[in-house]
């Protein structure tokens, strides 16, 4: 089943168990509390953990991919949303609006994953800002429960973890470039990268056109 999928079916439960949860009573919600910063706790530590992993084994191999920006931006409303998620900066690819997007992307498997693992980070920061904000201005503590869950889901199912963790090997969906998960598919086929012979060469061209000019 597709992990996006599966996060809309685990949230679903969470929300429903969320509301058998006497949240009125401060002993229960002080344990929310607890389990939600320790959640946090573990998600950061184990994205750092990564990245000194990433560092230590120091993989220089040469990534190059090209950006399925470059292939969909006849799709005005595929544009707009990618470079929505662009400029909040979970998604680091060359803007559709920019004259200097040339759709390939040339780097390493360190540098690679390092971003990724950087991305990872900033979502988990946003969803710190985002709980910050619903639990003690709007006074909503059923998030913070559900956000718990989600974000060791998501811990779980993040392919920087899955190889320098837990020792899979690149291969299959694990191989890079990763492709972007959502809940149909959408965002998938149009923000994740392509790594396919046709995909590299057209970059490749149209980098060496504008050379050129």
Do not use: C
């Not at 060791?152 to 890079?176: Q, S």
């Not at 809940?183 to 061209?205: F, H, S, Y």
């Amino acid at each position: 089943m597709n992990a996006g999928l599966q996060n809309i079916f685990i949230s679903l439960g969470a929300m429903q168990l969320a509301r058998k949860i006497p949240f009125d009573d401060p002993v229960v919600l002080n344990y929310v509390r607890v389990g939600y910063i320790t959640s946090q706790i573990i998600i950061l530590g184990t994205y750092f953990y990564v990245s000194y992993k990433v560092k230590q084994k120091n993989d220089q191999t040469v990534l190059k991919y090209g950006t399925a920006l470059f292939f969909f931006f006849e799709n005005t409303v595929s544009v707009l949303m990618i470079e929505f998620l662009r400029v909040v900066r979970l998604v680091d690819q060359p803007s559709p609006m920019s004259p200097n997007s040339g759709g390939l992307v040339t780097t390493t498997v360190r540098d690679y994953d390092l971003s990724e693992t950087s991305k990872l980070l900033r979502a988990v920061y946003f969803g710190i800002a985002m709980m910050t904000f619903f639990h003690f201005y709007l006074k909503y503590t059923q998030p913070s429960f559900v956000q718990a869950l989600m974000g060791l889901k998501n811990l779980y199912d993040a392919k920087p973890v899955a190889i320098h963790i837990f020792g899979k090997p690149a291969d299959g969906d694990l191989k890079r470039p990763w492709k972007v998960q959502s809940m149909l598919g959408v965002l998938q086929r149009l923000a994740g990268p392509k790594r396919t012979v046709r995909t590299i060469t057209e970059a490749e061209k149209k980098v060496g056109t504008k050379k050129e000019d």
